[in-house]
């Protein structure tokens, strides 16, 4: 496809700052409007200069001398007012990160902000995005779902942040590191129990695009027998199963410790009742300690 063959009868965009969805992985996944917008905007950012520039060299878009400004986490504060001004002049800036949507875990978000506190129009060229593409081959719950980011690097910080998910009655989506990705899963296994549904994508829309499905621990023992590389998308299923009000906590923990220790009985109520370890393990002490 060539630059002639989607912007011959294209209309110019309107003025205003122009978010591009670009590929995750396969070149030709990008629509014609964000092909008509990297051809005719007067100027472009990137998350990733070279990233774009490929990309438009793969489609046939020359640059034509137009600025192509780099526009990252960590140069925000010095690229954001070149943006700003070229907006005010009335023209038409796109913006693309290196892969998927912008501002789904991509830069963005204060660029956005500021061209609408300035009173600019912002438009979104809507596209490839990882967490729809996990979500869509998932075989998992659609109707509902929270894309949760990245979790926390530590341990101790990632089991806080994911038992504030444990009720969500929701798909939950997480990006990882392929480095990590076992130690997340060790964690949502005793966070929400290792028989809740997951699925593990990794190199979507790539060349070695591959989806594994099972419970959080079946897809533990996979990582161990075949370790994985690459982009990581996690998916988990919502809780199943009859809702449990305190006192069923309560009462079930209270049979348990008549007959086991409290680190065991929290275990094996936090299991049947699909609830995180850590909570329930502190209302065990709390009820042991009230009984003493």
């Given at each position: ?94 913006y693309a990160s290196e892969a998927g949507t912008p501002l789904v875990a991509d830069p963005g978000f204060q660029l956005g902000r500021a061209a609408i506190a300035a009173g600019h129009p912002v438009f979104a060229a809507p596209g490839p995005s990882a967490v ?161």
């Amino acid at each position: 496809m060539t630059a002639q063959a989607f912007g011959g009868g294209a209309r110019k965009p309107a003025p205003g700052l122009h978010f591009l969805a670009t590929p995750i992985g396969a070149a030709r996944d990008i629509t014609l409007r964000a092909l008509d917008i990297l051809q005719m905007a007067d100027v472009l950012a990137a998350e990733d200069t070279r990233t774009l520039r490929h990309l438009m060299e793969i489609h046939g878009i020359a640059l034509n001398g137009r600025p192509l400004i780099a526009y990252h986490d960590h140069n925000g504060e010095q690229a954001r007012p070149r943006l700003l001004a070229a907006l005010a002049e009335g023209k038409v800036v796109g913006y693309a990160s290196e892969a998927g949507t912008p501002l789904v875990a991509d830069p963005g978000f204060q660029l956005g902000r500021a061209a609408i506190a300035a009173g600019h129009p912002v438009f979104a060229a809507p596209g490839p995005s990882a967490v729809l593409a996990a979500l869509t081959v998932s075989g998992l719950p659609s109707d509902r779902f929270l894309f949760a980011g990245f979790p926390p690097n530590t341990q101790t910080a990632r089991r806080k942040w994911l038992s504030e998910m444990a009720d969500l009655q929701a798909t939950v989506i997480f990006y990882e590191s392929p480095k990590r990705v076992a130690a997340m899963l060790a964690d949502l296994a005793e966070t929400f129990g290792p028989d809740r549904p997951a699925v593990l994508c990794r190199e979507l829309t790539k060349r070695f695009e591959e989806v594994r499905r099972g419970s959080v621990a079946e897809l533990i023992e996979g990582l161990q027998t075949a370790p994985i590389k690459g982009e990581i998308v996690v998916l988990l299923d919502r809780p199943h199963g009859p809702r449990v009000g305190p006192e069923d906590i309560d009462t079930a923990l209270r049979d348990r410790l008549s007959r086991m220790r409290v680190k065991d009985a929290a275990t094996e109520v936090a299991q049947a009742f699909g609830l995180p370890r850590r909570d329930v393990y502190q209302r065990a002490l709390a009820l042991d300690h009230d009984d003493d």
